[in-house]
């Protein structure tokens, strides 16, 4: 139980296009759910918090018109970056906290790549 | 911003011995939790430890936690090869409306065959 999915694993993207990545809950409920960035070698930053039919919170720092955070229902929140550039390329995680639980379980991450 | 540090930041150590990494952090927290993530891959949750706990023990693997000092440890015995990966210890402590995971800088294991 308690796994977290990500679509899609990894993608390619050309300077100046958007792109989305979905975060899944497959077999329970989240109604947090959290995005994270991480570049080579470094730790994993927390970008923002989503709670189900609210507005994200965002971290300082984190431009919330080029991360547009969606979390519409209790098993799904996607991120999209828009306008994408070369240093947005990174390893993007996101996770998923059942109500009621301090436990996050973590989706195998995406990895974005802006040519 | 980032919650703790992380010591050492790498460790390189022969396998079957013991690897000790150690995580501080700097506010009050609910729970603390270790997670391992092995090259360019995705997170897997080791252990969760809360704040009324001190020690913690799963498998191979013992964590404590300490407080007063705002600090934690944790201990793989009898590493083996696989263990190779980074461990990271993130802390959650509770702002108005949810919980919020921070993350420390990790610690880079490497466990010689």
């Known amino acids: 139980g308690a796994v977290v999915s990500q679509h899609p694993s990894r993608v390619i993207c050309k300077s100046g296009t958007s792109v989305k990545i979905e975060c899944r809950s497959l077999?329970?409920?989240?109604?947090?759910m959290f995005w994270y960035r991480q570049f080579p070698k470094q730790s994993l930053m927390l970008m923002a918090t989503?709670?189900?039919?609210?507005?994200?919170?965002?971290e300082q720092g984190v431009e919330k018109d080029k991360f547009l955070i969606n979390h519409a229902s209790l098993t799904l929140s996607t991120l999209t970056v828009t306008s994408a550039h070369p240093e947005d390329s990174s390893f993007y995680i996101c996770s998923a906290q059942p109500g009621g639980t301090y436990e996050q379980y973590f989706g195998p991450g995406t990895r974005l790549t802006v040519t | 911003s980032q919650q703790g540090e992380e010591d050492p930041q790498a460790l390189s150590i022969q396998e079957g011995e013991n690897a000790t990494m150690n995580c501080s952090y700097k506010?009050?927290?609910?729970?603390l939790q270790w997670y391992r993530q092995n090259s360019g891959r995705g997170l897997v949750h080791l252990i969760l430890i809360r704040s009324n706990e001190r020690e913690k023990h799963s498998g191979r693997l013992r964590v404590t936690l300490d407080t007063s000092k705002k600090s934690s440890s944790l201990l793989i015995t009898a590493s083996r090869a696989a263990d190779t990966a980074s461990y990271f210890c993130?802390?959650?402590?509770?702002?108005?409306?949810?919980?919020?995971?921070?993350f420390g800088p990790g610690t880079s294991l490497s466990v010689i065959p």
């Open positions: 993130a802390t959650d402590g509770a702002t108005a409306s949810y919980d919020k995971v921070i």
């Open positions: 077999d329970f409920q989240a109604t947090t």
């Open positions: 989503s709670n189900e039919g609210s507005k994200a919170t965002y």
């Open positions: 506010t009050s927290i609910n729970n």
